[in-house]
């Protein structure tokens, strides 16, 4: 299983940017997905996720300015970031959850259970 994050870079507050998440290795549309982010000196937190049936999920600091979307077709998944504020500054994870829960991250608000995780993304707002 393979997870790969593209799309991060530098952008004023303000802006936006659009993360992607290619998927390999697996089943893509039957795994629940989601992003992680993790900023410096802080844990890993869970910031949105999307499950198979379509439901969505935000974290309250992200809701109404961040959308989750994926492309079965394309095994991709993607997150449209936008009105980005100093504080989203962080790496950004997409984690994808088969079911068996390795892996468990509660640095924020919720807790989000995980089999397999990317590398990251840098996004940095200024």
């Known amino acids: 299983v393979q997870l790969v994050e593209s799309g991060g870079g530098s952008v004023q507050a303000g802006g936006s940017l659009r993360l992607s998440c290619a998927a390999s290795?697996?089943?893509?549309?039957?795994?629940?997905m989601g992003w992680l982010r993790q900023a410096p000196g802080k844990g890993r937190e869970l910031v949105t996720y999307?499950?198979?049936?379509?439901?969505?999920f935000y974290a309250d600091s992200v809701k109404g300015r961040f959308t989750i979307s994926k492309d079965n077709a394309k095994n991709t998944l993607y997150l449209q970031m936008n009105s980005l504020k100093p504080e989203d500054t962080a790496i950004y994870y997409c984690?994808?959850?088969?079911?068996?829960?390795?892996?468990?991250?509660?640095?924020?608000?919720?807790?989000?259970?995980?089999?397999?995780r990317g590398q990251g993304t840098q996004v940095t707002v200024s």
């Open positions: 999307i499950n198979s049936a379509g439901s969505r």
């Open positions: 290795g697996y089943t893509y549309s039957r795994y629940s």
């Open positions: 984690a994808a959850y088969g079911g068996a829960g390795r892996f468990r991250d509660c640095g924020g608000d919720y807790c989000y259970a995980y089999d397999y």
